[in-house]
């Protein structure tokens, strides 16, 4: 919005909490503030009636935050800047143009409410129009996003090629990111302000101080009760404090901050100091522990009284004046609501509606060429044709960056003539750096977090990051990031947001020496979250294909790399073209059999195949399927094998008590009972953790004699 208006020096008359003498813009815009400052809280006065006559399920208001978030909407610009706010910030949106009816509709869980279309609680924003992208719960899990998204619009400048590709892109654009004084204990707002610091990235942090992180005080969670005095050495951080119940002393402030931002001088961080005069949320009752003193001083700072006192002691707006914008707010709310208790809400079989991508199938024919794969060239390992699948998809798309720990070649680039280069821990990402530059491919901090947050802002703004986690061991501190922000970000936003990640993670054992914490393999963790694909090939040519179909389908995707077979003679293959895909939830048939089945994947496969021959001495025929998908998996391969053999053995390397093949066992027992002449049977690791010590590991982990084992047994059942 305009504030390039008229300025009128006034003084305040005193009071017994003052705001402060400054310059204010001219009578428009001070009403107009006004107004969307009262609006926000008739707001929430109207859901917290609603709840209370329970035809409402959840509040959460913003009261005591208007006057510092009305600010912030004056001076940033919707559908230009990116906003990634937090729960408290209704009176931003609505500054931003968010509409009454669309913050009550997300109240009452309607189906055309913008905000999650009836999938989220009141209060988590997000307006695909105005740029705000969608907010979840978990505090400070936006912090990284925002940085994410900002990081793109720096990205965007370096790679000339994206302009053709991406839009919406301005060069002096904002990002936004709100905050309140509790979440700044989480780690992921250090981690933020560390990546924001360290690129200049375009960041504006709003710290919403309202002395409590629901009934923790400030003193409890910060130490020495005042965050902004830890964060005052960041590099580039333009720091500034305000009184956050004061209109006018945070629109200097906001606007000072905004335009350090758009100078591109670095990110800001405004520490604004609000009050809360309503319980956390009506789920919690503040009276417990907060002293009616100090309640009835939070009182006397109320930046709606205040300021509408303010503009009728300076002449702005006369009380009648003043009465009828309450009026007319009033009026309004009251017909927003009963629009919006008439609305409908979501149906029942859209439940499973944009879990996955509606447009894009990875499991379709689109994306399998198998069957007429052309080979080249010497063969080589998973590594190398992995590393070929990056190289040949990173020239045919610009929109993609890769980055983690150890990722690049070198990050002193004036060192890259004169050494060889890192490219991963494990080589996978060799020599990319040095083809298509730093700008694409680069390092992370040490914070996976860091890696998966940044990746979903970016992916938010239409690139195409594919990233590593250096071992699956540690993707642990990401957990937040994948669960409940990359596969949740489409389901939860409708379709409005989406964030097409690619995770490579290197994972398993039977590498000597890799011990308890380089050597796990939990994939179930991950396979039943849904929105999230979960792909794991067991060979260097299915690696290759599986990852290009990851890189061009639309959803987020775990890809399991097995760190033993990374350089294994056995799986190796020549090279296929540009071209070859393989389609999720397609699994292959390695071996050919007439006895009973094998269902497996990664290390497994070969040391069921080792079995396999070697129990064909004795006569037994064995039949094995490689999954290669896990998230998607082939039930229909499943079944035809089952029917074929009607005795039938799941096969993996996590533990096996509530481990992967559980469910695939279940579900056999459930739909295919009848052709079943044996109980399903499993051989798994072993219910405890990988050990150093080699003698130890073998025994922890399923070695080919216990398959053979369990083959005899089965036949012999």
Request: hydrophobic share 40%; glycine share 6%; proline share 5%.
């Amino acid at each position: 919005m305009n504030t390039d208006t008229k300025v009128l020096k006034l003084v305040r008359k005193s009071e017994s909490t003052p705001m402060t003498t400054t310059e204010l813009p001219d009578h428009k815009l001070l009403i107009e503030m006004y107004r969307t400052m009262y609006l926000s809280r008739r707001l929430d006065d109207k859901e917290i009636q609603l709840k209370g006559q329970n035809r409402i399920f959840f509040q959460i208001s913003g009261a005591g935050h208007e006057a510092v978030l009305v600010a912030a909407g004056v001076v940033l610009k919707p559908g230009y800047d990116w906003f990634y706010p937090y729960y408290r910030d209704r009176a931003l949106c609505l500054q931003l143009g968010m509409t009454p009816l669309e913050q009550l509709l997300s109240a009452v869980a309607a189906e055309a409410d913008p905000n999650s279309h009836g999938r989220q609680m009141p209060s988590h924003w997000g307006h695909k129009k105005l740029n705000i992208v969608s907010q979840s719960s978990p505090t400070g899990t936006q912090l990284l996003q925002a940085v994410g998204c900002a990081e793109a619009s720096y990205r965007f400048e370096l790679i000339p090629e994206l302009q053709k590709r991406i839009g919406n892109f301005n060069h002096d654009e904002v990002t936004y990111v709100s905050l309140g004084d509790g979440t700044t204990s989480e780690g992921e707002f250090w981690e933020a302000l560390n990546t924001a610091s360290n690129l200049k990235l375009p960041v504006l942090f709003l710290i919403e101080d309202n002395g409590y992180a629901i009934s923790v005080p400030v003193e409890v969670q910060t130490a020495g009760g005042d965050v902004s005095r830890l964060v005052e050495n960041f590099p580039s951080l333009f720091l500034q404090r305000c009184d956050g119940t004061d209109p006018i002393e945070s629109l200097e402030t906001m606007r000072r901050a905004v335009e350090y931002c758009r100078e591109r001088k670095g990110p800001a961080l405004v520490h604004a100091k609000v009050i809360r005069p309503y319980s956390h949320s009506l789920s919690d009752d503040e009276k417990l522990y907060r002293p009616d003193e100090e309640r009835a001083s939070d009182a006397e700072r109320d930046p709606v009284k205040r300021f509408g006192a303010l503009l009728i002691d300076e002449g702005v707006i006369d009380q009648n004046g003043l009465q009828q914008i309450k009026d007319e707010v009033d009026a309004l709310v009251n017909e927003a609501a009963d629009i919006a208790l008439a609305s409908p809400q979501p149906a029942r079989e859209t439940a499973l509606n944009y879990i996955y991508s509606p447009d894009v199938d990875p499991a379709s024919k689109d994306f399998d060429t198998e069957d007429n794969v052309q080979l080249s060239g010497n063969p080589g390992t998973m590594v190398d044709l992995i590393n070929r699948c990056l190289d040949t998809e990173m020239a045919r798309d610009p929109r993609i960056v890769v980055f983690g720990e150890d990722v690049a070649d070198c990050s002193r680039e004036q060192y890259l003539e004169t050494v060889k280069g890192k490219g991963g821990v494990f080589k996978v990402t060799a020599n990319l750096q040095r083809k298509y530059g730093s700008a694409r491919v680069f390092n992370s901090p040490l914070a996976e977090a860091n890696i998966v947050g940044r990746a979903i802002g970016m992916a938010t703004r239409g690139f195409k990051p594919v990233v590593e986690i250096q071992f699956f061991d540690y993707i642990w501190p990401a957990m937040h990031q994948i669960r409940n922000e990359l596969a949740l970000m489409r389901w939860r936003s409708g379709n409005d947001f989406k964030a097409p990640v690619v995770v490579r993670v290197p994972v398993g054992g039977y590498l000597k020496g890799g011990a308890v914490y380089h050597s796990q393999s939990g994939v179930s963790t991950f396979t039943q979250i849904p929105g999230l694909r979960v792909i794991y090939p067991s060979n260097a040519l299915d690696a290759n294909g599986l990852l290009r179909t990851a890189i061009r389908s639309d959803d987020p995707v775990l890809f399991l790399e097995h760190k033993h077979l990374y350089r294994q003679a056995y799986n190796k293959s020549a090279y296929p073209n540009e071209e070859f895909m393989i389609p999720f939830g397609k699994a292959k048939k390695v071996r050919e059999g007439t006895d009973l089945s094998i269902i497996t994947y990664g290390a497994l496969v070969q040391r069921s195949l080792v079995a396999a021959k070697q129990m064909e001495q004795e006569g037994i025929s064995v039949e094995i399927i490689d999954l290669r998908s896990l998230s998607p998996f082939d039930w229909d391969a499943i079944a035809e094998t089952v029917k074929k053999t009607n005795k039938v053995i799941v096969a993996h390397e996590d533990s096996l008590s509530w481990g992967y093949g559980a469910e695939i066992a279940a579900r056999i027992t459930d739909e295919l009972f009848e052709y079943l002449d044996a109980p399903v049977k499993r051989v798994c690791a072993l219910d405890t953790f990988v050990a150093y010590a080699p003698q130890l590991e073998d025994a922890i982990l399923p070695q080919a004699s216990d398959v053979a084992k369990a083959i005899a047994e089965l036949k012999a059942y």
